[in-house]
């Protein structure tokens, strides 16, 4: 039966990966690795960590860019938007007032 994959965090040492914890692995199972590279946090705690990580180091989620940082073609959005909204005049909110009349 084939078990369901498990992220692990593990130290590259004198040629071998150690797992900082322990894997659920019979002796001499083979196993296929993906190597992500240095994991700059501390490695999930919960489940919900666990599932959260997953579905981003699969790819299925996209972490939000930091603050400040926008992905290009959000940027690109951006700018269209801004030459499409050069309203003169009162604000839309006053307008939308008027228009919608009294209750």
Do not use: C
């Amino acid at each position: 039966m084939e078990k369901k994959p498990e992220i692990i965090v593990a130290v590259y040492e004198n040629g071998m990966l150690r797992p900082q914890d322990p894997v659920s692995l019979s002796e001499g199972q083979k196993v296929r690795l993906r190597v992500v590279g240095e994991v700059a946090h501390d490695p999930p705690k919960t489940e919900l960590d666990k599932a959260f990580q997953l579905m981003v180091d699969e790819g299925w989620l996209r972490l939000p860019p930091k603050h400040g940082q926008v992905e290009p073609a959000e940027h690109a959005r951006r700018v269209r938007a801004r030459k499409l909204v050069k309203i003169q005049g009162k604000p839309l909110s006053e307008t939308i007032i008027e228009e919608r009349g009294s209750w």
